[in-house]
């Protein structure tokens, strides 16, 4: 049974930080690609960001690049979203997701993970 389980949302002032945590279980943490999606009211769920399974190669959306941080201890199943300089647009609820670990995908898109986490709000307030 794979669980993804994220945790540090909050509410945070405009220029603020908070750092997110995703804990996996159930799943050979270090054969997954993971990444982190976040979805507003009436807005498509996006892409934020994405590590592959080894750490060695990170991808982000343009809108957090050079804000956000992404990471993963796989020694400790989980993967880390370090959000600095935070705006009122990064308002949402934030998802942790993993691929199937089976083969090469593009993870910017939402079909590449099978894995979802239950999601944890981010508000920033201006």
């Known amino acids: 049974q794979v669980q993804l389980v994220e945790t540090g949302g909050g509410l945070v002032q405009a220029g603020g930080s908070l750092r997110l945590s995703c804990a996996a279980s159930?799943?050979?943490?270090?054969?997954?690609?993971m990444g982190w999606f976040r979805q507003a009211p009436g807005q498509e769920r996006e892409f934020v960001t994405a590590?592959?399974?080894?750490?060695?190669?990170?991808l982000y959306t343009d809108s957090v690049k050079d804000r956000f941080i992404i990471s993963r201890d796989n020694a400790k199943n989980t993967v880390y979203l370090q959000m600095n300089n935070l705006k009122p647009e990064d308002t949402a609820v934030y998802y942790c997701?993993?691929?199937?670990?089976?083969?090469?995908?593009?993870?910017?898109?939402?079909?590449?993970?099978?894995?979802w986490g239950q999601g944890t709000q981010v508000t920033v307030s201006s």
């Open positions: 159930g799943l050979t943490f270090n054969r997954h690609n």
């Open positions: 997701a993993g691929d199937r670990g089976l083969r090469p995908v593009l993870l910017t898109t939402r079909s590449a993970y099978v894995y």
């Open positions: 590590i592959t399974w080894s750490g060695g190669s990170t």
